[in-house]
């Protein structure tokens, strides 16, 4: 296909899509055919704009020109905006922050090599809070024609993918056709449930032009996140423990952040105090009474105080690392532990646990629903 063909027909795709106000909608309304002749890099942004991702931060270079003129077709046609930045650490901060604050989907664009590990070293901002990022890195070619510049000057295989598989979850587009599956399992990490986190995808500058003839638009479709329900547990049980207790701390890490109003319906029904981590800053009012900051090796005087004499921990979204719970010498005094938590792992960190495993929110209404059902005493301010 010449180039200038090419470019005419992305126009004309990128405008249709615009027009029906999306991928899906376009085809149904016979302004894209459902089998196209395209590229792996246009397929790739197809995909991705399926899956919500609207946003891109780049630093182009010679490893990823073919992404950067398919964006630039799009962005004129209104689909996405493109961000030319100077540094890739910057573009993975700008990515991880629009996600954290404003829950919108971003992709970092890198060329080549040096510019990925840069976004690499970054990643590790999403990678440890939690939040879902596309990452689209430039890589050697999958002819292995010999060395370049950029490339770990190594005689192996997919060096820049096992690197990245270190940090997170990484797919090669060694093949174009696996572009469904990439984007499947990308989908996987960037919106999972209880435990997002970036997703790299290295893209061989050989493959990133390759086209895909007769291409099943079809195969892009999004399969939107799942949603978890409460936990089956015994909630009487939980609750007889909240009663009985003397002092209570609920500890809330990033996975609580989204709790809502059941966090303070909690605290006043246990009557005891909130302990959070630095990333779930902002869980309940700072002016709350029951809030006493942080806790652990970064904590205030008044959380780790808290954290000192509690002798039960209702553990709330958190991996209890250890500048949240001083690796597990936080709490001395704690007998038991209600552990609420989405990942089955992290529910099981303490000895003496009650798991809770399900959505925070959801179960968290359920726990308070059980504490006011329950005929034990009166709540006490401890």
């Not at 809070?129 to 890195?137: H, K, P, R």
């Not at 999972?192 to 099943?216: E, I, K, V, W």
């Not at 000895?351 to 629903?369: E, F, K």
Request: glycine letters at 10%.
């Amino acid at each position: 296909m010449h180039p200038l063909d090419l470019s005419q027909q992305r126009q004309n795709r990128a405008r249709g899509i615009a027009e029906a106000g999306g991928l899906k909608a376009a085809r149904e309304a016979g302004l894209i055919p459902r089998k196209v002749d395209l590229t792996l890099s246009e397929g790739l942004i197809l995909g991705l704009l399926e899956q919500g991702v609207r946003t891109f931060y780049t630093v182009f270079g010679h490893g990823s020109t073919e992404i950067g003129e398919v964006l630039r077709i799009y962005q004129a046609a209104g689909l996405v905006r493109v961000f030319g930045l100077r540094s890739e650490i910057e573009a993975s901060h700008a990515a991880a922050a629009l996600r954290w604050v404003r829950g919108e989907k971003a992709a970092v664009v890198t060329s080549i090599g040096p510019g990925a590990m840069q976004a690499l070293a970054a990643s590790l901002v999403p990678a440890s809070d939690g939040i879902g990022v596309w990452y689209l890195f430039g890589d050697e070619t999958s002819e292995e024609e010999g060395y370049n510049m950029q490339q770990i000057p190594r005689h192996q295989q997919a060096g820049f993918l096992k690197l990245a598989s270190v940090m997170g979850a990484a797919y090669s587009l060694h093949t174009p056709l696996a572009l469904p599956a990439a984007l499947r399992a990308g989908n996987a990490v960037v919106d999972h449930p209880c435990r997002p986190g970036p997703f790299f995808l290295l893209l061989p500058m050989n493959t990133q032009a390759s086209l895909m003839r007769d291409f099943n638009l079809d195969e892009l479709d999004w399969i939107p996140p799942v949603k978890m329900g409460s936990a089956e547990a015994d909630y009487a049980a939980a609750a007889q423990l909240i009663r009985s207790a003397g002092r209570v701390l609920v500890k809330a890490g990033g996975g609580a952040t989204r709790a809502g109003s059941e966090l303070e319906r909690l605290v006043a029904l246990s009557g005891g105090v909130l302990v959070h981590t630095p990333i779930a800053t902002g869980c309940i009012p700072y002016t709350h009474p029951a809030n006493m900051g942080v806790g652990g090796s970064k904590g205030s005087l008044c959380g780790n105080y808290a954290m000192e004499n509690a002798d039960l921990l209702i553990a709330m979204g958190t991996r209890a690392v250890c500048q949240s719970d001083s690796s597990r010498t936080g709490y001395p005094k704690v007998k038991h532990v209600i552990n609420i938590n989405a990942d089955v792992e992290d529910a099981f960190h303490y000895n003496h646990t009650l798991p809770l495993v399900g959505d925070i929110q959801s179960t968290l209404a359920r726990l308070n629903d059980a504490l006011e059902r329950s005929a034990s005493s009166p709540n006490k301010v401890k």
